[in-house]
Structures are given as structure tokens and as C-alpha cells.
Nanobody
Framework: QVQLVESGGGLVQAGGSLRLSCAASGRTFSSYVMGWFRQAPRKEREFVAAISWSGGVKHYGGFVKGRFTISRDNAQNTVYLQMNSLKPEDTAVYYC?????????????????WGQGTQVTVSS
């Protein structure tokens, strides 16, 4: 069992930056693929980024275009999402998710554990 708690969301102006954190419980964190997803009002939850257990493999959603960086610190059981050059269309609830396998995935249906989400609002 893994519990995930996101933090770092908030209100930021367009062009600004935010760093989201996701703290995980459980001794097997380092063996999990970790991902970030987001859901805007009246939209499907979409893939943002994922990182392998070692941090050596990263995937990003097509809309990211070099603006976001996912990273992890296995010693601290934490995964991060650095978001730069934020746009109003990035406004959403951002969720952290854990996948107990070694193969990275962009599919939300494959992730077993989810956090409660953190709101990101980007004003124009």
C-alpha cells in the first residue's frame, strides 16, 4: 500500500513557475514508476509526466514542450514536477500517481495509487 500527498499548488500568473511535490509512504517507493496527471474542469484526466524508478527514463505529455521537468528523490520518497512558463490552459488539479512496476506508462488506468490532488491556477 502506498499513500501519496501532493503539495505546492497555488495561483500564479502566466509565465510563472510552480514546483509540485508528492510525498509517498511505504518502503518500496524506489521500485515504483511515478507519474503526474492533471484534470481541468469538464475534461478527462490527462497524462503530464512519468519517471522510472531510477529516474533515468522520463516521459512527458505532448503539451509540455520542454516546460515541465519531473524528478524524484528516492531517499526522501518524493517526486517533483517543476513547471515553468505556465499558461492559463495549465489550470487544473494535478495528481500524483504510483505504478508498482518497472515499465514506465502514460496510461492512467495502469496506476494503482493516487493522491488527493493539488490545485494549480494560472491567471492571464
Amino acid at each position: 500500500q502506498v499513500q501519496l500527498v501532493e503539495s505546492g499548488g497555488g495561483l500564479v500568473q502566466a509565465g510563472g513557475s510552480l514546483r509540485l511535490s508528492c510525498a509517498a509512504s511505504g518502503r518500496t517507493f524506489s521500485s515504483y514508476v511515478m507519474g503526474w496527471f492533471r484534470q481541468a474542469p469538464r475534461k478527462e484526466r490527462e497524462f503530464v509526466a512519468a519517471i522510472s524508478w531510477s529516474g533515468g527514463v522520463k516521459h512527458y505529455g505532448g503539451f509540455v514542450k520542454g516546460r515541465f521537468t519531473i524528478s524524484r528523490d528516492n531517499a526522501q520518497n518524493t517526486v517533483y514536477l517543476q513547471m515553468n512558463s505556465l499558461k492559463p490552459e495549465d489550470t487544473a488539479v494535478y495528481y500524483c500517481a504510483a505504478l508498482p512496476q518497472s515499465t514506465i506508462s502514460t496510461r492512467r488506468s495502469e496506476y494503482d495509487y493516487w493522491g488527493q490532488g493539488t490545485q494549480v491556477t494560472v491567471s492571464s
